[in-house]
């Protein structure tokens, strides 16, 4: 049975700060949503595998986020903990149109 596929949208390109997160509630979900210095757009859940850390307040650094409550490093390409810590979080597909932002949940 497939899974269905809900585009959410979650404001202009422009409403997002640069190398800082956001906080995006869809549904029960809360959304940490990250513009890397490059534009690109990235969506990871919000609460970081260690201790439930807010992500979205974390500071970021190239393509990873560090938790704000032990510096966990993690990859907002791939959801990825870095070593040597271990863990992973889930990831969202984004997608643009016409500066609106929608996140793929």
Known sequence: MEKMVQRVPIGKLSEFPERLGKTVNVGSKEIAVFKLGSGKIH???????????????????????????????????????????????????????????YVLV
């Open 43 to 101: 969506a990871i859940e919000n609460s970081c595998p260690h201790k439930g850390g807010v992500l979205a307040e974390g500071m970021v650094s190239g393509e990873h986020v560090f938790c704000p409550m032990h510096d966990w490093k993690i990859s907002v390409i791939d959801g990825n903990v870095q070593e040597p810590d271990e863990g992973c979080v889930q990831t969202f597909k984004v997608e643009i149109e016409n500066d609106q932002v």
